[in-house]
């Protein structure tokens, strides 16, 4: 079902090829079965770096949701399959087809995400809540990583400003912090460096509250039509369009509301590199990828003319611009 | 023909044998790889995946293009010498396809980016030299140059150990914290280096005494 809303996130007019593809995932998958019963993958599966499907062990649940802005796409989606295998969540790996392969086996049921700090009503969030509290809505946002690459998904989630409200933040609320799973158990690149990239974990991120209530910000429990997997952040993740990708962080246990600006694991890790605001923005180059331009991650291979210029905000200007009149985003980036 | 016969006719041909494992085990997998990701089936971003594929195998080729005089030494394996340069060049055409997959595939050919690159970004600085260095020595691996050249050929081949750093630091400097693989790489280059040792001392003691005798004058 869609549903026009004209909020001014909503991108225009989707192209053909890919969304005969989302709606034909079904086939497309099945077809994927018959290549790999019939062994075609076989013979490239020693190849580190050959996507593939990833390990089908984890079992993603189709999703119900209300509303979509998914009609007034301009932007082709990336496929699916790509969305799935190329990730950068260093809790599984920290190249980039390695969080599809490591991640399968994670235990997403039972979950708690923990609301609390500075507010009147704390709540343990359960599974089932992560579902069936709130408004599930399609987002198809772009995804922009300040590696220089970026997507285009569709996200299924909610406001995180609707769960702010259930919480009542206090006036002593400035910022939200955010912490994902800490489970080396599960998680190899938490008990190993040269898995893990040498983070120190668990991961944490953080919004100026302003930032977490903006309405495009939200929790995804979902994309493509389906719940999560592992490697995309499963089951709750953040995800916040204007920003670089590193701020969306992945498998959230616990939301802090607190006063001072939280510490967040890349600033920490390299500051000089990784601002907090990580806003995306073409002027404020990287030490080691310029930010002017991207490639857009669709179909085709090496010679597919993909290099397109950055937006300021990734795009989303007119609903974030507002939040950072008069701060200069050299310094604040 | 019984087994004795086959060692000796592949001792006989040892060189010829190396020489075509090594065409083989370099060409295959460029050829592989580069049909993968043209047809968009490496990995979800084929371009990073060229740009590793190559940047790793020239450095490994590089590494096994310093071992061959350490190997030769310590394993008496003098025939070895002779598929030193063909390891070198392969090294060198790997660096070219890393330097034209950059250019032709991440940046697609906005050349302005690309000289606001080697500028802006020291890794990329130091990848450059590294390549127009390498270049320079396949250039004059040319039997007929390297006789030419005479003396002045070992003293600019003598850049490889220059080279060889320069690549490490590229490679350390490109990645985001997985600095393990990177890392090891450094102390292989280390080691090799260190091979080098009475080389290094010789030509420093040259410097030294070239500076002295210009002091006296």
């Known amino acids: 079902m869609t549903y026009s809303n004209k909020r001014g996130f909503n991108l225009k007019e989707s192209e053909v090829t890919d969304e005969a593809l989302y709606r034909n995932r079904r086939d497309l998958l099945k077809a994927m079965g018959y290549m790999g019963a019939s062994m075609l993958l076989a013979p490239y599966s020693h190849l580190a770096h050959a996507t593939n499907a990833p390990n089908p062990t984890f079992n993603r649940q189709p999703l119900s949701f209300t509303g979509s802005n998914r009609d007034s796409i301009n932007d082709k989606l990336t496929p699916e399959q790509k969305v799935l295998t190329h990730n950068n969540f260093y809790e599984f790996g920290a190249q980039k087809h390695q969080p599809a392969e490591l991640a399968q086996r994670f235990v997403v049921n039972p979950w708690q995400l923990k609301i609390h700090g500075e507010v009147e009503a704390p709540i343990t969030l359960d599974y089932d809540d992560l579902f069936n509290r709130f408004t599930i809505e399609e987002r198809i946002y772009r995804l922009r990583c300040v590696e220089a690459w970026s997507m285009v998904i569709p996200w299924l989630g909610f406001e995180l400003s609707d769960l702010l409200r259930m919480v009542k933040p206090t006036s002593n609320a400035k910022f939200v912090r955010f912490k994902t799973l800490y489970d080396p158990a599960q998680m190899p690149g938490q008990n190993n460096r040269i898995v893990g990239g040498g983070i120190d974990y668990p991961y944490r991120e953080g919004l100026r509250i302003d930032e977490a209530s903006n309405s495009l910000t939200i929790l995804a429990v979902g994309l493509y039509g389906k719940t999560l997997a592992p490697q995309n952040g499963a089951p709750i993740r953040l995800v916040v369009p204007w920003k670089y990708g590193f701020k969306s962080i992945k498998s959230i246990v616990e939301i802090e509301l607190v006063e001072q600006q939280p510490e967040t694991t890349w600033n920490m890790l390299a500051p000089n590199e990784y601002g907090f605001y990580a806003n995306v923005n073409p002027a404020v180059d990287h030490p080691r990828w310029s930010q002017s331009s991207e490639r857009r991650l669709t179909t085709g291979g090496l010679f597919s003319r993909n290099r397109i210029k950055t937006q300021l905000f990734n795009g989303y200007s007119e609903q974030v611009a507002h939040m950072y009149k008069g701060m200069d985003l050299a310094t604040y980036y | ?217």
């Open chain 2, 1 to 217: 023909m019984t087994v004795i016969d086959v060692f000796a006719i592949a001792n006989k041909h040892r060189v010829w044998l190396v020489k075509l494992v090594i065409h083989l085990s370099a060409m295959l997998p460029v050829i592989y790889y580069y049909y993968l990701a043209i047809n968009d089936q490496l990995s979800a971003d084929p371009v990073e995946a060229i740009l590793h594929f190559t940047g790793i195998g020239g450095f490994n080729l590089l590494l096994l293009t310093l071992s061959v005089s350490p190997a030769s030494r310590i394993f008496s394996l003098h025939w070895l010498v002779h598929v030193r340069r063909l390891l070198g060049l392969y090294a060198a055409l790997y660096a070219l396809l890393h330097v034209s997959s950059f250019v032709l595939f991440e940046l697609q050919l906005d050349l302005a980016l690309f000289i606001d690159e080697i500028v802006q970004r020291p890794y990329i600085t130091v990848g450059m030299a590294a390549f127009v260095l390498i270049t320079l020595l396949a250039i004059t691996s040319w039997s007929v140059l390297r006789r030419k050249m005479g003396r002045r050929w070992q003293a600019l081949h003598n850049y490889n150990y220059l080279l060889t750093t320069l690549v490490a630091i590229h490679f350390y400097w490109s990645v985001k914290s997985e600095i393990v693989e990177p890392s090891i790489y450094i102390l292989i280059t280390f080691a090799l280096l260190c091979f080098r040792w009475p080389k290094f001392k010789r030509g420093f003691n040259r410097l030294v005494r070239r500076l002295r005798s210009h002091n006296r004058c």
